[in-house]
């Protein structure tokens, strides 16, 4: 079964290092999204890609945050420099639909920020 | 306002009975509806859509949907262990079709 694939799994950084996350979505699925989960909130919507373009990212913090989706298929995203308050779960989603319907997740890199 | 609201519980519910869950949520314009289920450590997995008012009904599992107060629910029925989870609401909102999630309501089904 095809499955969104993220690396790495976990991250331990210490604060002002750059970290970069990696994803890799579903075959033929032309929307990608980050969230980020803080423990004991739900997913909160960083990026949303369709294709190789931005569509959302009302919610990246632009001056530290980066992402890219450059040939519309793998992404990258990057934390530079990284704070005590990125801690938190990044999910990587895809979706065949055009925005919101039928999200596959992967599983995850948790970002620890010392 | 949050654009999604749910109860954050826990809610415990003994092994055999209906597991209710609720969720609100302030974009008027809404039209399609999800329920996510996330156990602890893991990544959220879709288990019911919805788009229209009333009931749809899969397995165990019932989404309810009522557009004129903003409100969607879960009913699982004959809880199990197994579906001790956290469950996302999460709502389709804005010009490219974002879905924004609820914080969760955390499961918990005792035997």
């Known amino acids: 079964e095809a499955e969104v694939a993220q690396s790495p799994r976990y991250k331990i950084t210490e604060k002002s290092q750059a970290v970069a996350f990696w994803c890799d979505p579903i075959?033929?699925?032309?929307?990608l999204y980050w969230y980020r989960q803080i423990l004991g909130q739900g997913p909160e919507l960083l990026v949303q890609?369709?294709?190789?373009?931005?569509?959302?990212d009302s919610q990246l913090p632009k001056d530290r945050f980066s992402a890219e989706r450059l040939k519309g298929v793998d992404s990258t995203l990057k934390i530079q420099p990284a704070e005590l308050g990125d801690s938190a779960m990044y999910l990587c989603?895809?979706?065949?639909?055009?925005?919101?319907?039928?999200?596959?997740f992967g599983s995850g890199t948790q970002l620890s920020v010392l | 306002q949050k654009e999604v609201e749910q109860n954050s519980g826990p809610l415990s519910v003994p092994e055999g009975a209906i597991a209710s869950l609720n969720c609100t949520y302030s974009?008027?314009?809404?039209?399609?509806f999800f329920w996510y289920r996330q156990y602890s450590g893991k990544s959220p997995e879709l288990i019911m859509s919805?788009?229209?008012?009333g009931d749809k009904e899969d397995g165990r599992f019932t989404a309810q949907l009522n557009k004129a107060s903003q409100y969607v629910s879960l009913l699982i029925r004959d809880s199990q262990p197994s579906d001790s989870a956290t469950y996302l609401c999460a709502v389709i909102t804005g010009g490219y079709n974002k879905l924004i999630f609820g914080a969760g309501t955390r499961l918990a089904v005792h035997p």
């Open positions: 989603a895809s979706s065949f639909n055009r925005g919101g319907e039928k999200l596959f």
């Open positions: 075959s033929g699925h032309a929307t």
């Open positions: 919805i788009y229209s008012n």
């Open positions: 974009d008027r314009g809404s039209q399609s």
């Open positions: 890609f369709q294709d190789e373009s931005v569509v959302d």
